[in-house]
């Protein structure tokens, strides 16, 4: 399967704990993106990413959040301290960056429950 | 900044028949980029059709096409021979032209139930 994978699909966890997701975009892709989606409402963006350099972060990304691509392939996104108004599905999305005009390519989603 | 509105929470059509999903959006910007993305339960988000502002030809893609009404900031999908595949949530989506910035604000989305 060549599409953009994430991991780990489901994250239960008690409040106070820190969690990573990882995202692997399409291989041939230099820009990543990173997107919130709570129930009953549409995906919110966090950040995205051309190659390593984060070029743009959400106010919705407070600082118990961080995201980074060190080697400009896959992708992690850290929420420390987690709250139980930081559950909800995180997507990742990828896109050949050049010449494109904004067709993402999503993953699954990894989906964050916090007790 | 950019707003996306779907005013249609819930939809439902019968298997063959024909829907039209509703959407607007406020910007400001000039040169900008229109979506129409289908997130089926429990799969991954995929784009349906794109429509750039400048063109005022609207976009057709197999069973899918737009009504693109650039003055009155509507974007309305039309799903023709509607199949139970469809089922799904849609989300209407905009992207600010080349130059600006990647990021696509999306609406709350429609849920759309197809029967059989």
């Known amino acids: 399967d060549t599409g953009v994978s994430q991991n780990p699909r489901h994250k239960i966890t008690k409040r106070g704990q820190n969690v990573t997701f990882r995202c692997d975009p399409i291989?041939?892709?230099?820009?990543l993106y990173w997107y919130r989606q709570t129930l009953g409402q549409g995906p919110e963006f966090l950040t995205y990413f051309q190659n390593e350099a984060q070029l743009e972060k959400s106010r919705l990304l407070s600082d118990r959040f961080s995201a980074e691509r060190p080697k400009g392939s896959f992708s992690t996104l850290e929420i420390q301290r987690t709250e139980q108004g930081d559950s909800a599905m995180y997507l990742c999305?990828?896109?050949?960056?050049?010449?494109?005009?904004?067709?993402?390519?999503f993953g699954e989603g990894s989906r964050l429950t916090v007790l | 900044a950019q707003t996306v509105t779907q005013s249609q929470p819930e939809m439902s059509v019968q298997e063959a028949e024909t829907v039209t999903l509703s959407c607007t959006y406020d910007t400001s910007e000039s040169n900008y980029y229109l979506f129409w993305y289908k997130q089926p339960p429990s799969r991954q988000m995929i784009l349906v059709i794109r429509q750039e502002a400048y063109k005022q030809q609207n976009a057709t893609e197999n069973r899918f096409s737009v009504n693109f009404q650039k003055a009155a900031k509507s974007f309305s999908l039309k799903i023709s021979d509607s199949q139970l595949g469809d089922t799904a949530m849609y989300f209407c989506?905009?992207?600010?032209?080349?130059?600006?910035?990647?990021?696509?604000?999306f609406g709350k989305g429609t849920k759309l139930t197809v029967n059989p």
């Open positions: 291989s041939e892709h230099n820009r």
């Open positions: 989506a905009f992207m600010r032209g080349q130059g600006g910035s990647e990021k696509l604000v």
């Open positions: 999305a990828s896109s050949p960056g050049h010449g494109n005009t904004g067709e993402l390519f």
